[in-house]
């Protein structure tokens, strides 16, 4: 199983806003949820105020992190709203948050189209590329090179 975000911690979206958490709001002054978060908010902490620019880089870094995801071999597994950027607004905790926190906002799939597009599309290329999603090793389909005659496939 391969995932970049998952239900525990930041949105992908999150992932590439925020350096750290924002969960004040979970009436725990801050204390919950991971610090480690892996995170980089690419110049500009949040949503307000958002540089063109930075905005730009996030859409990139969330399509990087798409590509990663279905390109790799196994299973991929993607939070629901990441293919249109839905967002937490940093919070990696929102256990406690009925309400537009922890809700998906359907309006930014409109407002996101092209993400969303673009995830379809990595999705489709996934579907028509089998051999990405095999579930064992590469031995009969793939040509092996190496600097030698022959290539060590040895563990070691």
């Known amino acids: 199983m391969n995932y970049i975000a998952s239900h525990d911690g930041f949105t992908l979206y999150d992932l590439v806003s925020y350096d750290r958490k924002h969960n004040s709001k979970?009436?725990?002054?801050?204390?919950?949820g991971m610090d480690e978060n892996y995170s980089w908010n690419c110049g500009h902490e949040g949503d307000e105020a958002?540089?063109?620019?930075?905005?730009?880089?996030?859409?990139?870094?969330?399509?990087?992190?798409?590509?990663?995801?279905?390109?790799?071999?196994?299973?991929?597994?993607?939070r629901a709203g990441d293919e249109f950027m839905n967002?937490?607004?940093?919070?990696?905790?929102?256990?406690?948050?009925?309400?537009?926190?922890?809700?998906?906002?359907?309006?930014?799939?409109q407002?996101?189209?092209?993400i969303f597009r673009f995830f379809r599309g990595m999705i489709a290329f996934r579907k028509s590329h089998p051999s990405l999603g095999r579930s064992r090793f590469w031995r009969e389909d793939v040509s092996w090179y190496g600097t030698g005659h022959t290539v060590d496939l040895s563990s070691d």
């Open 50 to 78: 958002v540089p063109s620019e930075v905005l730009a880089l996030r859409r990139k870094q969330v399509k990087n992190f798409c590509c990663l995801l279905f390109l790799s071999n196994g299973i991929p597994m993607f």
């Open 26 to 32: 979970n009436g725990h002054n801050n204390q919950d």
């Open 111 to 114: 407002t996101n189209q092209n």
């Open 87 to 109: 967002t937490q607004f940093g919070n990696n905790n929102p256990y406690n948050q009925d309400n537009e926190t922890g809700w998906l906002d359907w309006s930014q799939l």
